[in-house]
């Protein structure tokens, strides 16, 4: 796994988060900034949505082509949005999340980790769990996850490390993340290479998946 390309991302956002791609484009929501941004994958803004009119949070990000999905940290719940920002549907978490932190889609389902529990949920989406994948054994501090269709990928800040699993939690490899200071909050894929999020140095970076 190697570094290609560094954007900074400072010029755009004060605190970037979590990081979704479509395809074409990437999307980054800012929970502090209460923004979600849409950017070529050269860094160039597209457009901006405000989420702060449903006094959301967002701390997980997840594009499946048509739609956005994010995962609302301050409501414990999940919302579908189509791109222009309007609201298609919320799924309500419940009461047993303690701090939903990062989500992904496959297409079919949706994949969210709860930080202090250290748990991988698969969702459909409709609100309906699947299964649950503990990883406490891995990480004590999980950040984001992402999906290729076939693998998940989940990043954790504070040890500065990505960790590649199967979909029953089989971990295949972990890779140190060496961009000292970055502090990984968001990982996606557009099915080629990974993107990486960090706040502090405020770094989108884009890397080899090998």
């Not at 449903?54 to 997980?60: D, V």
Request: proline fraction near 3%; charged fraction near 20%; hydrophobic fraction near 35%.
């Amino acid at each position: 796994m190697g570094v290609i390309r560094k954007i900074n991302f400072g010029g755009i956002s004060t605190y970037p988060d979590k990081i979704a791609a479509d395809g074409k484009y990437l999307w980054v929501a800012s929970g502090t900034d209460k923004k979600i941004y849409q950017i070529d994958k050269s860094g160039k803004l597209i457009s901006t949505i405000d989420v702060s009119g449903i006094n959301a949070y967002p701390q997980g990000l997840a594009a499946d082509g048509k739609y956005l999905w994010f995962l609302d940290n301050t409501n414990d719940s999940i919302h579908q949005m189509d791109k222009s920002g309007n609201i298609i549907k919320t799924i309500n978490l419940g009461e047993a999340p303690l701090f939903p932190i990062g989500l992904t889609t496959d297409g079919k389902y949706l994949w969210w980790i709860e930080y202090y529990s250290q748990n991988i949920y698969q969702m459909d989406k409709e609100g309906n769990v699947i299964k649950t994948i503990d990883i406490s054994g891995i990480t004590t501090k999980p950040q984001d996850i992402t999906t290729d269709g076939k693998y998940l990928w989940f990043a954790e800040g504070l040890n500065e490390m990505i960790h590649q699993m199967d979909k029953e939690g089989n971990v295949i490899k972990s890779i140190p993340f060496d961009e000292v200071g970055c502090y990984i909050r968001g990982i996606t894929t557009d099915g080629k290479y990974l993107w990486t999020i960090g706040t502090n140095a405020r770094l989108l970076i884009q890397w080899s998946k090998n």
